[in-house]
């Protein structure tokens, strides 16, 4: 059981789709965050929201557009991407506080065809 | 910046050995240390953290890590191994109220 849902849980899109993930946290969060985990390379951080607000944007494509509505909803909109942007996203979740426990969602598994 | 490193990529272990994975800090003052687990498949679990007080600490799943400030090391262990425990070993430390993490070490589990 998590306290950070992730929608779809697996993602199979053309190159020239467009598509989102869905993140949900019930845990009273004010910070948000999209990681990439790609085949044998560390996480990588590509977005954090903290009360609501853009704060961190790690040179991220622009095929890859976050958008944060609410401290409990965050999507990651998906278009016109490549086959290397096949990996799994995971979605997680923090209060905006030094030493924090971060807590994360199952991650999305993307498949760029 | 604050930073960890993992020093081994890949560890094999038996059921029912023992298990201890390393991992060393960078960081100015006391730091807050964190280790999580990824089973195949999953997302991140937080298996235990370190802030203040007693260097062992207890976590779930029967891990406990110590930290040595001395050796700037935050090493994990399981005195015995269940076929369960094959996943990938995140060790982090905070970085603003974000976190930064470790190259991860994945455990392989024999039987």
């Known amino acids: 059981e998590t306290g950070v849902t992730q929608t779809p849980r697996h993602l199979v899109m053309g190159m020239t789709n467009k598509k989102s993930l869905k993140c949900e946290q019930h845990?009273?969060?004010?910070?948000m965050y999209w990681y990439k985990q790609s085949a044998k390379k560390p996480l990588e951080l590509m977005f954090v929201?903290?009360?609501?607000?853009?704060?961190e944007n790690n040179s991220v494509p622009s095929r890859f557009s976050p958008e944060c509505p609410n401290s409990s909803h965050l999507f990651l909109h998906l278009h016109t991407l490549q086959p290397e942007d096949s990996a799994l996203y995971l979605c997680?979740?923090?209060?905006?506080?030094?030493?924090?426990?971060?807590?994360f969602g199952e991650g999305s598994w993307l498949t760029v065809v | 910046a604050q930073s960890v490193t993992q020093p081994d990529i890949h560890i094999t272990v038996s059921e029912g050995a023992s298990l201890e994975l390393r991992c060393n800090y960078s960081?100015?003052?006391?730091?807050?240390l964190f280790w999580y687990v990824q089973s195949p498949g999953q997302g991140l679990q937080l298996l235990l953290k370190?802030?203040?007080?007693?260097?062992l600490v207890q976590g779930i799943k029967g891990f406990e890590a110590e930290f040595k400030r001395s050796q700037s090391s935050f090493n994990l262990r399981k005195p015995s191994v269940h076929w369960s425990d094959a996943a990938e070993y995140f060790c982090?430390?905070?970085?603003?109220?974000?976190?930064?993490f470790g190259a991860g070490t994945t455990v392989t589990v024999r039987a």
């Open positions: 997680a979740s923090s209060q905006v506080e030094f030493g924090n426990t971060i807590y």
């Open positions: 845990l009273g969060h004010n910070a």
């Open positions: 929201y903290s009360l609501e607000e853009r704060v």
């Open positions: 960081y100015g003052a006391t730091p807050y």
């Open positions: 370190y802030f203040s007080g007693d260097t």
């Open positions: 982090a430390v905070p970085e603003g109220y974000k976190l930064s």
